[in-house]
T-cell receptor, first 114, second 113 residues
């Protein structure tokens, strides 16, 4: 079975400060990992994904994440927070092979303080 | 490219009533998912289709929930009868074999009174 754990249901940062949202995964096979963002009353939007290859992946809106197999982590970062980054962020895991189940974490709500 | 379409966007019903949600995935996407998202929680997979066959429905409360995907395109999720704890956002998503990350629709917010 596969799962993800997001540490911290709420994170607050000041505008311009570093954003760090934590995600650890559990998978018996090499995982595919995703980060999604959800704004109020909207569906989930893909920020970035790791499948194979380069372990540092860049996404939209200046976000990036690094796959660290030794730490079973896939933390999301952004060097400088913007007010528009305030939203809920979800980490998700699946595996290769096509048509696999995608499992989501419980989410981290990011607050950006002006 | 059009996204995933869902309707209705909002629905309010009383407990024990029935309700149905509709989803039209992105054209060409073989995989379709229905997720339930309760306030403050992450999305929980209810059912996953590959074309018109069910891949996973292990968390679908089959005594009251049903879903179908006729012709491998549109899908309908039904709840009958609804309970208070079914109040949630129901998210439909689709994906292709080559791009395994699901694309999500805007969701249907269900309130059961």
């Amino acid at each position: 079975a596969q799962s993800v754990t997001q540490l911290g249901s709420h994170v607050s940062v000041s505008e311009g400060a570093l954003v760090l949202l934590r995600c650890n995964y559990s998978s018996s096979v090499p995982p595919y990992l995703f980060w999604y963002v959800q704004y109020p009353n909207q569906g989930l939007q893909l920020l970035l994904k790791y499948t194979t290859g380069a372990t540092l992946v860049k996404g939209i809106n200046g976000f990036e994440a690094e796959f660290k197999k030794s730490e079973t982590s896939f933390h999301l970062t952004k060097p400088s927070a913007h007010m528009s980054d305030a939203a809920e962020y979800f980490c998700a895991v699946t595996r290769s092979g096509g048509y696999q189940k995608v499992t989501f974490g419980t989410g981290t709500k990011l607050q950006v303080i002006p | 490219e059009a996204g995933v379409a869902q309707s209705p966007r909002y629905k309010i019903i009383e407990k024990r009533q029935s309700v149905a949600f509709w989803c039209n995935p992105i054209s060409g996407h073989a995989t379709l998912y229905w997720y339930q998202q309760i306030l403050g929680q992450g999305p929980k997979l209810l059912i996953q289709f590959q074309n018109n066959g069910v891949v996973d429905d292990s968390q679908l409360p089959k005594d009251r929930f049903s879903a179908e995907r006729l012709k491998g395109v549109d899908s309908t999720l039904k709840i009958q009868p609804a309970k208070l704890e079914d109040s949630a956002v129901y998210l439909c998503a689709s994906s292709s074999r080559d791009i395994p990350s699901p694309f999500f629709g805007p969701g249907t917010r269900l309130t059961v009174l």
